[in-house]
């Protein structure tokens, strides 16, 4: 074959993939812009279906009923609930989530979630590294030493992980590690951008009361991967030709054990925004987290549904961008 027909086969091949890479990443958008359209409806009807008036939480229960009927006329609140919800839906793709009625009443509810996001971005990624570092090791090491002792103490690490809910955690180490060591503050936060190392400081406890159950699910996931994969023939193979253990640990067992490892990753991102709806709330943390349990407590539906929704789409961006990296890394998903 010559180099003029070589390199026209190599190039056919790579628009091939191309093309097929565009049309994957296209039926995952359409397909999550489906599942967003349907988070809505749910959101919109489930807070719409809740007790509580908007309109008695914003004014007070001695409000009179002229001055409320003239608070819902002036939210769009009299109108059919599908008019309200088409109005809602529109103004949300036009990145308007309305206005705060009660919790900070005529606040625009996209500024509160501009305010409040990034602490929980901050303490969302913190909570993420400390999972994943920690089952990295934690996996790695029950797996190498399977039926060993290390294996033992690493899956009962692992089981104890997971049998401890992040409310309960947070307190345990509020009270040790706060309150009678003294190391981490109790209460606070303290902005990336201000201090990076004090919001280290200040982040460790929450991000950690998130991560640690996290970090027990990562592990045996990945344990009982890194096992399979080792049993596979193609490392045999390698073993065969004489290849260094690490060499065919690094190229051959992790690398096919990451796929399914960061699809469980993908999938545990929701835990982190349910863990931080509770954490927040405990340390402190001004983020979108407690910004919901206060527009709860309010009965402020706006800045309810503004919450949910970005806590939906956050979700289904990371499990798309998580699909991606696995395909990425999987040969055949790839091709």
């Known amino acids: 074959m010559s180099d003029v027909a070589l390199q026209s086969g190599l190039h056919r091949e790579r628009m091939a993939r191309l093309r097929a890479l565009f049309v994957y990443i296209a039926k995952r958008v359409l ?13 919109f009807f ?20 002229d001055a409320i009927a003239a608070f819902r006329a002036a939210h769009g609140l009299d109108a059919p609930v599908h008019v309200q919800y088409l109005a809602w839906l529109t103004q949300m793709l036009q990145g308007n989530f ?3 009625l009660a919790l900070a009443s005529g ?23 400390i999972a994943i570092v920690i089952s990295l090791v934690l996996g790695t090491i029950a797996a190498l030493q399977r039926g060993r002792a290390a294996d033992t103490v690493a899956t009962s690490i692992a089981v104890f992980g997971i049998s401890m809910p992040d409310f309960w955690l947070s307190y345990v180490l509020i009270f040790g590690l706060a309150l009678n060591l003294g190391l981490f503050p109790t209460f606070g936060y303290v902005s990336p951008a201000d201090d990076f190392l004090r919001a280290l400081h200040f982040g460790f406890l929450p991000a950690f009361a998130i991560a640690a159950p996290m970090a027990a699910v990562f592990a045996r996931t990945l344990r009982a991967v890194l096992i399979d994969v080792m049993n596979k023939p193609y490392v045999t193979t390698a073993k065969s030709f004489g290849l260094r253990g690490q060499f065919i640990f690094v190229h051959f067992v992790l690398r ?25 709330r405990i340390f402190g943390i001004p983020g979108i987290g ?6 709860a407590f309010a009965r402020d539906f706006p ?27 999987d040969p055949r ?3």
């Open 31 to 43: 397909g999550s812009a489906g599942v967003l359209l349907v988070g809505t409806l749910v959101v």
């Open 46 to 65: 489930t807070m719409k279906a809740a007790p509580g008036d908007p309109a008695l939480s914003a004014l007070g229960e001695q409000a009179s009923p």
């Open 98 to 100: 309305g206005q705060s």
């Open 107 to 129: 606040v625009p509810v996209a500024t509160l979630l501009l305010t409040k996001l990034p602490a929980t971005v901050f303490i969302g990624l913190y909570a993420l590294t």
């Open 256 to 280: 096919n054990a990451l796929v399914p490892y960061l699809t469980v990753i993908g999938l545990q991102i929701r835990y982190i925004l349910g863990g931080v709806v509770v954490v927040e």
């Open 290 to 295: 407690s910004l919901m349990v206060d527009g």
């Open 303 to 329: 800045v309810l549904q503004a919450c949910t929704v970005t806590f939906l789409f956050i979700v289904l961006v990371v499990n798309m961008i998580t699909d991606l990296i696995c395909a990425a890394l």
């Open 333 to 335: 998903r790839s091709s």
